[in-house]
C-alpha cells in the first residue's frame, strides 16, 4: 500500500483510522459516563480491506499452504465486521457497535471515489449489454452464423456475388453506412450504391 500510495497517504489512512478512534471512545466517555478504547483491531480489519481494494487478485498464501486472493479475504473480512456489528447491537452494546462502523467510515473516505467509479462502470456495462444496439448485433450475428451453415460460405459481395469460399484470397468488408449488414468485396467496397431501409 506505501508503494501505491505512497508513506504519507498510508500514514494519514491509518492515523486518521486511530484518531476516530479515540475520538468515539472520548465521546462515548462524555456522553454515556463510559468510555469505550479497545486498540486498533478495526483499524488494522480496514486496512485489509483497503489492500484488498488496490490489488483484489493478489495472492496470499492461508497458513502457507493455501493460495487465496485477496478478494476473497476481504469478503471475509466483511463478514467479520458484519458479526461484530450485529453482536453488539444483539447485547444492546451501541457504543461497541460503532467502532466497526467508525473503521469501515475510514475505509469509505479514502476509497469513495474509486468506489462510485466501479458503481458507474458496471451501470455503463449493464446499459451496453442491454441496450437495443447490442441485442440487435447479437441477432445479426446468429443469423449469420445460421445463414452460413446453409449456404455453405460466409461472404458474398452484395455487387458482383462472389464469395469467400470461391474466393479464397479475396478480402470483404461491411459498409456502416448501409441500412442492414450487407458485404462487400474490396473492389466495390467504396463504389456501390448504399442500400436504403
Not at 478478494?71 to 452494546?93: E, P
Not at 469501515?104 to 468506489?115: A, K, S, T, V, Y
Not at 437495443?132 to 448485433?137: L, P, S
Request: charged share 20%.
Amino acid at each position: 500500500m506505501e508503494r501505491e500510495w505512497g508513506v504519507p497517504k498510508f500514514n494519514l489512512y491509518y492515523f486518521s483510522g486511530v484518531l476516530l478512534t479515540i475520538l468515539t471512545g472520548v465521546i462515548s466517555y462524555y456522553a454515556f459516563g463510559y468510555g469505550l478504547l479497545t486498540g486498533t483491531y478495526y483499524v488494522g480489519m480496514s486496512m485489509f480491506l483497503a489492500f484488498a481494494a488496490l490489488y483484489p487478485d493478489a495472492r496470499l498464501m492461508l497458513l502457507y499452504i493455501i493460495p487465496v486472493k485477496a478478494k476473497w479475504l476481504a469478503a471475509v473480512d466483511l463478514a467479520l465486521f458484519a458479526v461484530d456489528i450485529i453482536a453488539a447491537l444483539f447485547r444492546g452494546d451501541w457504543l461497541s457497535a460503532l467502532l466497526p462502523v467508525i473503521a469501515l467510515l475510514n475505509f469509505l473516505i479514502f476509497f469513495w471515489c474509486e468506489i462510485v467509479d466501479q458503481i458507474d462502470r458496471q451501470r455503463a456495462y449493464t446499459r451496453h449489454r442491454n441496450s437495443h444496439q447490442t441485442i440487435q448485433f447479437k441477432s445479426a450475428v446468429r443469423q449469420q452464423r445460421k445463414k452460413e451453415a446453409q449456404q455453405g460460405y460466409r461472404h458474398k459481395c452484395s455487387v458482383c456475388g462472389r464469395t469467400d469460399t470461391d474466393f479464397p484470397d479475396l478480402e470483404f468488408r461491411y459498409c456502416s453506412r448501409c441500412a442492414g449488414y450487407h458485404c462487400f468485396c474490396v473492389d466495390h467496397i467504396f463504389n456501390h450504391e448504399h442500400f436504403k431501409e
